[in-house]
T-cell receptor, first 117, second 112 residues
Framework: GAGVSQSPSNKVTEKGKDVELRCDPI?????LYWYRQRLGQGLEFLIY????????KSGLPSDRFSAERTGESVSTLTIQRTQQEDSAVYLC???????????????FGPGTRLTVT | GQQVMQIPQYQHVQEGEDFTTYCNSS?????IQWYKQRPGGHPVFLIQ?????EVKKQKRLTFQFGEAKKNSSLHITATQTTDVGTYFC????????????FGAGTQVVVTP
């Protein structure tokens, strides 16, 4: 079946502009995550959506970052007034429904490479 | 706060050799997951360990979960060039079962 898809694959923007990054999770996956990965670095958690619960925004680095999710489908990560330090690959992942206190594997999309000039 | 640490950060291996990379958590984990990210690619789920002392094998890869469920290891035998990449371990965070805390990864370079 189809995996997690993200668009655009690459985005070059000027400092100060707003950008929107899109994620289409695997159908039926209730959990959706956004991560940031700077060059040569690990995964930095940004935000987590689980079903209809309030999202966990604890990883968002500033109020310039926001994300929305429509039901259990598409999610959009928005970065306002982009800065050069926002340059990174933004990865989206989804995870199947979980029962009880169990963690399930995350399926990652190919990422969006954002370059702020 | 909760920390997941991986050592070494870099691993240079001669093709054909064995090596082990380690993952240590500051807290007891209900389970641990391993992911592999090839250069230029995205992380791909490899395996999940749940039981204390659990050992799982995938071909040349052997994964182990410590008895105290605070550490894990990945052992690769007869390393091949296809093993190149960064290996991440991850465990559920203390504040949310659905969220994972990733280690910084071990970057593996294989010399032919």
């Amino acid at each position: 079946g189809a995996g997690v898809s993200q668009s655009p694959s690459n985005k070059v923007t000027e400092k100060g502009k707003d950008v929107e990054l899109r994620c289409d999770p695997i159908s039926g996956h209730t959990a959706l995550y956004w991560y940031r990965q700077r060059l040569g670095q690990g995964l930095e958690f940004l935000i987590y959506f689980q079903g209809n619960s309030a999202p966990d925004k604890s990883g968002l680095p500033s109020d310039r970052f926001s994300a929305e999710r429509t039901g259990e489908s598409v999610s959009t990560l928005t970065i306002q007034r982009t800065q050069q330090e926002d340059s990174a690959v933004y990865l989206c992942a989804s995870s199947p429904p979980r029962g009880g206190r169990v963690s399930y594997e995350q399926y990652f999309g190919p990422g969006t490479r954002l370059t702020v000039t | 706060g909760q920390q997941v640490m991986q050592i070494p950060q870099y691993q240079h291996v001669q093709e054909g050799e064995d090596f082990t990379t380690y993952c240590n958590s500051s807290t007891t984990l209900s389970n641990i997951q391993w992911y592999k990210q090839r250069p230029g690619g995205h992380p791909v789920f490899l395996i999940q360990l749940v039981k204390s002392g659990e050992v799982k094998k995938q071909k040349r890869l052997t994964f182990q979960f410590g008895e105290a469920k605070k550490n894990s290891s990945l052992h690769i035998t007869a390393t091949q060039t296809t093993d190149v990449g960064t290996y991440f371990c991850a465990g559920p965070t203390t504040d949310s079962w659905g969220k994972l805390q990733f280690g910084a990864g071990t970057q593996v370079v294989v010399t032919p």
